[in-house]
């Protein structure tokens, strides 16, 4: 009985002393591009996009699409454009 009084408590504490920030990924109203920019420096490199999507072939040739200056980046504004055109 002690015993599971003690993880109670370790787990409390535990939950107490993490910030609620730290413990959740922080993204924001992005339609997405938070969950492709895992490292979040503000751009997506193709590397990073084809490690999302199981079909590589499509997901270069969406890269390419979206990559609207061909600099082989793609932006959040780049993203966000695109995600605009399919609506």
């Known amino acids: ?21 730290a413990a959740l990924p922080q993204t924001d109203d992005s339609n997405g591009f938070d969950l ?3 490292n979040g420096n503000g751009y997506v490199t193709l590397g990073q996009y084809l490690a999302v999507f199981q079909d590589k072939n499509q997901a270069a040739a969406d890269f390419a ?9 793609l932006t959040k504004d780049e993203f966000l454009a695109a995600q605009g055109a399919q609506k």
């Open 1 to 21: 009985m002690r015993k599971k009084y003690l993880i109670v408590a370790a787990a409390t504490l535990a939950l107490w002393l993490i910030p609620a920030s």
């Open 65 to 73: 699409a979206m990559d609207a200056n061909g600099d082989g980046i």
């Open 36 to 38: 492709v920019d895992v």
